[in-house]
């Protein structure tokens, strides 16, 4: 696996890979490509859903409800003056 | 085992997280869940550094229907990082140890929970299932897709994620499946289930697949027991037939594509806020403000499956393995739902040796760990229920047997664990505490 490509995939995930990790994970990932080859002569069925089984679009009424208190959601979060704190966009 | 003592036991196989010995005394029966269910009563880290001192401001729905029927929840039992593994040694807070042998692993991801039904004597819930239960010597169910809420459960692959019950006593099935499963307007693949009806129809006759026998890559003494058991069956007048499902040597390349990709969506949103650690430094750009903490707190594993899943979903690759997975996954549906109109149940062996020392699970590469998976891939990529029970002991270690049933058949599991207790004598494994 080009390490290169390991390395483009690690910034966008937002994971920054020590030399020894890109190393090990580039053969890694290079070992599960491989064997993925084995789909290439696989049957296969069109009409896939993204689940096992088929799942119903279910819709409920817009009613407004407070399951669970807002202070409650953000007791462990870092927050000020009730926001939550985030790094700089700019 | 009582859990005067849990303090000790825990101490000797770790397999709780975080726990109390303090019972209430109104308490109709004490669990324990696996530490990606969320609690109230504790904190919630499905095993990682992530994670670690979230509080959830709620119980997962499986949680809250197992306490309005009165029980209490005892603890969270390690596992796997997001359920990544298949030996319970990829969590941050503690490996779970063999309740036969502390120098073996319990299985994973939900290693732990499967320790604490040996070890406990009481139901404990966990997320794949099968590998622990067959490692640890218990009674494993996991229902079909869909079947249990997984509001609360925090998700590694929404595809795949299903909660399952692991018990010593086969009567714990029928007991608590009732009580988790059920439509849950906060999960939406929740609610296409038919009822639940347990009673009525029996497993007559099961097939094996071909292509088990004679395959390598499961160890002589699985294949020895695996064979006892299919005349087990037919003493108890089950037919068994062997037929050929070729797509089952497909599964492990469709499930880790497939639990990958979603797995690196899924965890996405951990980032230093909102919940687990968030001491960094804000004067950092949100880019690296992300990346620090992913890179710091994310484990071995995760990293690799995240990359992995990741690169899947890039331009060039996603056709060819992502797009290519789920059609194939259609085809192996398929292929198990045409055994289906001969057959109550397909069986094989759980996995295809008994629980490896940790020594040799440190020697293992990635896809060695990830192939072992072979023979439990195929029911969790077609969603469907399955149950292990114990049918054999190699080096005094715990064999699995696994059934496999149509979607939403769990009564022809939960029939087969009773009639299987009545025949074969399980063993408990000696505590020491």
């Given amino acids: 696996m080009n390490k290169e490509i390991v390395k483009k995939t690690a910034c966008v995930a937002?994971?920054?890979?020590?030399?020894?990790?890109?190393?090990?994970?580039?053969?890694?990932?290079?070992?599960?490509?491989?064997?993925?080859?084995i789909l290439n002569d696989a049957p296969e069925i069109k009409n896939h859903g993204f689940n096992p089984v088929e799942i119903a679009d279910v819709l409920r009424d817009d009613v407004p409800l407070m399951e669970i208190p807002s202070e409650d959601c953000i007791a462990d979060m870092k927050t000020y003056d009730g926001y939550i704190k985030g790094p700089r966009l700019l | 085992m009582n859990v005067n003592n849990i303090t000790t036991i825990n101490t000797t196989y770790r397999m709780f997280s975080a726990f109390t010995d303090k019972i209430e005394s109104d308490a109709k029966f004490t669990f324990s869940v696996s530490d990606n269910l969320t609690s109230?009563?504790?904190e919630t880290s499905a095993g990682s550094k992530i994670l670690e001192g979230y509080r959830p401001p709620f119980d997962s729905t499986t949680i809250r229907r197992m306490?309005?029927?009165g029980g209490f929840l005892m603890g969270k039992t390690n596992m796997d990082e997001f359920g990544f593994g298949t030996f319970s040694v990829n969590s941050a807070f503690g490996i779970p140890r063999n309740p036969f042998d502390i120098e073996r692993s319990c299985g994973g991801p939900s290693g732990g929970s499967a320790c604490a039904a040996a070890?406990?004597?009481?139901?404990?819930?966990?997320?794949?299932?099968?590998?622990?239960?067959?490692?640890?010597?218990?009674?494993?169910?996991?229902?079909?897709?869909?079947?249990?809420?997984?509001?609360?459960?925090?998700d590694c692959g929404n595809s795949f994620d299903r909660i399952g019950i692991l018990s010593f006593k086969a009567s714990a099935l029928r007991e608590y499946l009732p009580i988790i499963v059920g439509k849950d307007v906060h999960d939406p693949t929740s609610m296409i289930q038919p009822d639940?009806?347990?009673?009525?129809?029996?497993?007559?006759a099961v097939a094996v697949p071909k292509q088990i026998i004679d395959n390598k890559k499961v160890s002589k003494g699985v294949i020895e027991s695996f064979n006892r058991s299919i005349e087990s069956l037919k003493s108890i007048g089950i037919d068994v037939e062997y037929v050929d499902i070729p797509t089952l040597?497909?599964?492990?390349?469709?499930?880790?594509?497939?639990?990958?990709?979603?797995?690196s969506t899924d965890l996405a949103r951990y980032c230093g806020m909102r919940c687990g650690p968030q001491d960094g430094d804000y004067t950092l750009k949100f880019d690296d403000y992300f990346t620090s903490f992913r890179s710091q707190y994310f484990g071995d594993e995760a990293k690799k499956r995240i990359l992995l899943g990741t690169l899947i979903r890039m331009a060039g690759?996603?056709?060819?393995?992502?797009?290519?997975?789920?059609?194939?996954?259609?085809?192996?549906?398929?292929?198990?739902?045409?055994?289906?109109?001969?057959?109550?149940?397909?069986?094989?062996?759980?996995?295809?040796?008994?629980?490896p020392k940790f020594d040799d699970v440190s020697k293992m590469s990635t896809l060695d760990s990830y192939k072992s998976e072979f023979l439990t891939a195929t029911p969790i990529v077609t969603g469907m229920p399955h149950l292990s029970v114990t049918c054999g002991y190699s080096e005094g270690m715990p064999i699995g047997l696994m059934f496999t049933s149509d979607h939403w058949n769990e009564n022809v599991l939960v029939d087969m664990a009773e009639r299987w207790d009545c025949s074969f004598d399980v063993k408990h494994a000696e505590v020491n505490a």
């Fill in chain 2, 40 to 42: 109230k009563s504790f």
């Fill in chain 2, 317 to 355: 690759y996603v056709d060819k393995y992502y797009n290519k997975a789920l059609r194939v996954r259609e085809s192996i549906i398929a292929d198990y739902k045409r055994q289906f109109e001969r057959f109550d149940a397909i069986i094989t062996p759980t996995m295809p040796f008994i629980s």
């Fill in chain 2, 196 to 204: 639940l009806k347990l009673g009525g129809k029996k497993m007559c």
């Fill in chain 1, 14 to 37: 937002h994971i920054a890979l020590t030399d020894e990790e890109l190393d090990r994970y580039s053969t890694d990932l290079d070992e599960m490509f491989r064997y993925f080859e």
């Fill in chain 2, 249 to 263: 040597e497909y599964s492990v390349s469709v499930y880790s594509i497939i639990a990958t990709s979603e797995a």
């Fill in chain 2, 119 to 154: 070890v406990f004597d009481h139901v404990s819930l966990g997320t794949s299932i099968m590998c622990p239960a067959s490692f640890c010597g218990v009674y494993g169910l996991s229902p079909s897709y869909g079947r249990v809420s997984r509001y609360g459960l925090i």
């Fill in chain 2, 67 to 69: 306490k309005d029927v």
